[in-house]
């Protein structure tokens, strides 16, 4: 790193939805894809990813990485979380699941749509309490 302040990058997802780097101080690389999921390449700066519930703790990876600019609708994809990213996953505040990808030498593809919010009340019938 570069020793300057880093800042915060806030993502709709927790680190309760990749737990693995955070409980275990595992620091991984992350890339950054557009909208259209091209990979997005420039000039550098340190940033934490802070997620998106209210604990000041929230970080998906224990240490600042560095990363292009980021702007509203890119992608961060966290590489090489493997089975314990939706294994060892869970609904902490009502959060759901993020998409998982996986990448190729071709490029990449979704394999996991984002969980819907409706799969958090499954189970439990009818809510208005028919």
């Given amino acids: 790193m ?3 302040r880093a800042v915060d990058v806030h993502v709709d997802a927790s680190f309760t939805q990749v737990p693995a780097p955070k409980i275990r101080g595992r620091q991984h690389k992350a890339v950054v894809l557009d909208p ?9 700066y340190e940033a934490r990813l802070c997620g998106s519930t209210t604990l000041s703790t929230d970080q998906l990876l224990p240490r600042p990485i ?5 702007e509203a609708g890119d992608l961060i994809v966290i590489l090489d979380v493997g089975a314990y990213g939706r294994a060892g996953s ?6 759901t699941q993020p998409p998982e990808i996986l990448l190729e030498n ?3 593809r ?5 969980q819907r919010a409706d799969h958090l009340l499954e189970g439990y019938g009818d809510v208005a309490g028919d």
């Fill in 36 to 44: 259209q999921g091209k990979l997005k390449k420039g000039p550098k």
């Fill in 90 to 95: 869970y609904n902490f505040l009502g959060k």
């Fill in 66 to 70: 560095l990363i292009p600019e980021v």
């Fill in 2 to 4: 570069t020793g300057m």
């Fill in 106 to 108: 071709t490029g990449w």
């Fill in 110 to 114: 979704l394999v996991r749509q984002r």
